[in-house]
């Protein structure tokens, strides 16, 4: 038997080497809920001050709400992070149901679809 030194156990995962995936996931699902649900509310806000008339008195003080909700880069913030929050849910479904998913690749392909999808909106907006 050895005696004397004590060893800790060997890191064979390399988790703290390099940056948690799940972890950053997890906090931009959160973030694009955020946006998208702030967007929503701007959304609501801007077209009751169109559509209804008690609050057309009101109509200079909020019409940068109904103009803000279609500027190319709110457009394309907006769907990217509906790409991001709808397909990271499906990815944390698919968990939940049992398929076994490395961490990283999902992750990484989810973002590249978000990104892909607002230049997407920036190009569309763009040649109008």
């Given amino acids: 038997m050895r005696e004397g030194k004590l ?4 890191v ?3 988790q703290a080497e390099t940056p948690l995936y799940e972890a950053l996931a997890c906090r931009a699902n959160r973030l694009s809920g955020i946006l998208i649900f702030a967007y929503l509310a701007f ?3 801007g ?3 169109l559509y209804v008339p008690q609050l057309g008195g009101r109509l200079p003080q909020l019409l940068f709400l109904s103009e ?3 500027l190319p880069w709110v457009r394309a913030i907006l769907f990217a992070s509906i790409m991001f929050h709808c397909f990271y849910g499906l990815n944390l479904m698919a968990l939940d149901l049992g398929v076994r998913l490395k961490s990283r690749i999902p992750i990484l392909t989810i973002s590249v679809m978000a990104i892909l999808s607002a230049i997407w909106e920036l190009f569309r907006y763009g040649h109008n």
């Avoid at 060893?7 to 060997?10: D, E, G, K, Q, T």
Wanted: hydrophobic share 40%; net charge positive; glycine share 0%.
């Fill in 12 to 14: 064979t995962t390399r």
């Fill in 47 to 49: 077209q009751a001050v």
């Fill in 43 to 45: 959304h609501l806000i």
């Fill in 68 to 70: 803000f909700q279609y």
């Fill in 7 to 10: 060893s800790l156990p060997r």
